[in-house]
């Protein structure tokens, strides 16, 4: 009688960890990324928040103040140049577009979107 191996080999263990393993890196490496943008949406929400019912605001006030969000936050990408504050009808809207890439390994990077918009009435 012969006695049967039971189990994965090595390379069934390569197959199964390698992918795993890429996926955790790939993880890993967008994590800045995404609390960058949680960053940016919290100073837009904060600001909108701030000049809620203000007949007052204008797209210079409404920079000024996320600039200073930005700084309290240390966001240094977007920029707040690239940040568009637009008047729609009776409100303001503060929208943040942009794209940021996070390198994977070798020349593959991951590029990420992100596009917030806020409403100031």
Same mark, same amino acid.
């Given at each position: 009688m012969r006695n049967r191996q039971r189990g994965v080999t090595?390379?069934?263990?390569?197959?199964?960890?390698?992918?795993?393993?890429?996926?955790?890196?790939?993880?890993?490496?967008?994590?800045p990324v995404y609390l960058n943008y949680m960053k940016v949406a919290r100073a837009?929400?904060?600001? %909108? #928040?701030?000049?809620?019912?203000?007949?007052?605001?204008t797209a210079q006030?409404? +920079?000024y103040s996320l600039e200073k969000?930005?700084?309290?936050?240390?966001?240094?990408y977007p920029e707040i140049k690239d940040i568009i504050v637009k008047r729609e009808g009776r409100a303001w809207i503060?929208?943040?577009?942009?794209?940021?890439v996070a390198?994977?390994? %070798? #020349?593959i990077s991951l590029l990420v979107s992100?596009?917030?918009?806020?409403?100031? +009435?």
């Open positions: 090595a390379i069934g263990w390569m197959f199964l960890l390698v992918p795993i393993a890429v996926v955790g890196y790939a993880g890993i490496r967008l994590t837009l929400e904060q600001t %909108a #928040n701030d000049f809620q019912d203000d007949q007052s605001a006030t409404l +920079r969000r930005f700084d309290v936050e240390s966001v240094s503060m929208q943040a577009t942009y794209e940021d390198p994977l390994f %070798a #020349n992100f596009d917030r918009r806020v409403e100031v +009435r």
